[in-house]
């Protein structure tokens, strides 16, 4: 490992692992954070087909457990993810040479373009005037799992990143989640209009 010489003057050998060990603890939170805001924004924009008294109390709360969330949750995990990640890269140079680091920071401006929009999202919901609709949601939110899975083989396979059967299988079933996700809450939606509709036929007879 080159340690440059001030680094090696100040960092005990260890620092590295060290750097790792928090750097993946805060890409877990990063992301969990990330999953769980856009699951969020979605049960917060179908809330506004509530009725009024309930649409405002939900409202109110999924707003409140966002900014909660994004400020004290994602955010941070984020912060030391990247924080780290600096210091990674402080003590081992040599990584920014290499092909595999290349596309990994070309993922996380992505990421971080993403988190930054999840804010303007947030920012919109908060005032009543976003127009993603739940299933757009859904489909956004599928995004950090792609580039979960991509940086994780990038971290992994480095300069051998595979392009064979088993990634493509993955692949398949990133987007098989995301396919039945949308199946899911389709079949929902369709279930509870079908029930309403049998109560009003119901209640008129
Ligand atoms: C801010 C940009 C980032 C930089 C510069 C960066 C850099 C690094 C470096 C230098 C390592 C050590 C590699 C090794 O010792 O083999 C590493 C490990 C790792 N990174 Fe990142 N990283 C970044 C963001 C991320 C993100 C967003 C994720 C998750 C999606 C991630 C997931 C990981 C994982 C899982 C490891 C452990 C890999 C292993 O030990 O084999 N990193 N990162």
Do not use: D
Request: net charge positive.
């Amino acid at each position: 490992m080159t340690l440059p010489l001030s680094l090696a003057v100040t960092l005990p050998p260890e620092a590295y692992l060290w750097f790792k060990t928090l750097h993946i603890v805060g890409v877990v939170v990063w992301f969990a954070g990330l999953f769980y805001l856009v699951r969020l924004f979605i049960y917060h924009r179908e809330a506004a087909e509530l009725e009024p008294p309930l649409r405002q109390a939900f409202e109110q709360q999924y707003g409140l457990m966002e900014r909660r969330l994004a400020n004290i949750i994602t955010t941070p995990g984020m912060v030391v993810a990247v924080a780290m990640a600096v210091g990674l890269l402080l003590v081992e140079p040599l990584w920014l040479k290499q092909a595999w680091m290349h596309a990994k920071l070309a993922v996380v401006a992505a990421l971080l373009a993403y988190h930054w929009f999840c804010y303007r999202l947030m920012g919109q919901l908060q005032r009543g005037v976003c127009n993603w609709s739940g299933r757009q949601l859904r489909a956004l939110n599928e995004l950090p799992t792609l580039m979960l899975v991509l940086v994780v083989m990038l971290v992994v396979f480095k300069n051998q990143f595979p392009t064979g059967a088993a990634t493509w299988f993955l692949v398949a079933l990133v987007v098989f989640m995301a396919a039945s996700i949308q199946f899911y809450a389709r079949w929902r939606r369709l279930r509870v209009e079908r029930l309403a509709q049998q109560e009003s036929g119901g209640a008129a007879a």
